[in-house]
């Protein structure tokens, strides 16, 4: 993939980083192991995770949130990862089987010489139930996402969801109306996984555990929420300086040009979609 030198460059300064109203907690401060504790792995406050033939492994926070800034730093594995899915995302699957809530990053594995792609999702009250309505918006990176550790968060408030990758915004998901928008309390997971089925090219390439162990590394968790339950004068942290929720207009342009250049797939631009299902769009 041929990229220009002003793209590679990466995008324009957002002018804020929503990361340093966020307070960094240790692994074992916030979450626990979900599954797989065996390719679970904890040293000073960093996690690694890794799938191989017999498992992969996941993790859950302590508690439920009802809106908050939730985020970690994330290194991916290189070489041939088809069909292994990295991810950090929010749900209430556990509560809610088959009619939940979400809100995704996930990295989808990829074949050597292509890139990682880094797929957003919000799901309303469905999935597992035969109606899985994704919203899916799928992004490449402006930078190798295995040779470093980069920040990837999400921002959930009444008003809105963002996703952010090092602070810059990548997608803003606002509320239209209560039944295109998740409102109840969710938990905060990741994990590493086989998705062979859909993961890679929509499943044409299979994990090979030729290649295993798959490795995910995790360190500077943020988290900065309003648990469920919890005072009814909390807010969730701004994206935006000014502190009144929405973006500021050089973080849209930030948004913006990551959108122009990187943005993959748009689930309110796929002509096989069922939009009467997605009126948001």
């Known amino acids: 993939m041929i990229i220009s030198l002003s793209n590679a460059q990466g995008p324009p300064s957002p002018g804020f980083s929503p990361s340093s109203r966020a307070n960094s907690v240790n692994f074992n401060q916030a979450y626990r192991n979900l599954w797989g504790p065996q ?47 990295t991810s950090f995302y929010l749900s209430n699957n556990e509560d809610h089987p088959g009619n939940h809530d979400e809100i995704d990053i996930e ?22 139930d ?44 606002p509320r239209k109306s209560d039944a295109t928008f998740p409102t109840r309390p969710m938990y905060v997971y990741g994990s590493i996984w086989d998705a062979s089925s859909w993961a890679t090219e929509n499943g044409k390439y299979k994990a090979d555990y030729n290649f295993q162990p798959f490795v995910g590394k995790y360190t500077n968790f943020k988290l900065s929420g309003c648990s469920a339950g919890g005072s009814a004068s909390c ?29 993959v797939y748009d689930y309110c631009h796929d002509p096989k979609r069922d939009h009467t299902q997605t009126p948001e769009c």
């Open 39 to 85: 390719h679970q792995r904890v040293d000073q406050g960093s996690l690694t995770i890794w799938l191989d033939k017999s498992s992969g492994s996941g993790f859950k926070s302590l508690r439920p949130y009802q809106s908050g800034y939730f985020g970690a730093a994330m290194k991916l594995h290189p070489g041939y990862t088809a069909g292994v899915i």
């Open 107 to 128: 990295f989808l594995g990829t074949t050597p010489g292509k890139p990682y792609t880094l797929q957003t999702n919000v799901y309303i009250r469905g999935s597992g």
């Open 130 to 173: 035969g109606n899985i309505i994704g919203r899916e918006m799928k992004f490449h990176l402006w930078y190798d996402p295995t040779k470093d550790f980069h920040n990837y968060a999400i921002l959930w408030s009444p008003n809105e969801i963002i996703f952010f990758v090092d602070d810059v915004p990548i997608r803003r998901y």
């Open 235 to 263: 807010r969730a942290p701004s994206a935006a300086p000014s502190g009144s929720g929405g973006l500021s207009r050089q973080q849209v342009s930030a948004m913006n040009w990551v959108q122009n250049n990187y943005l």
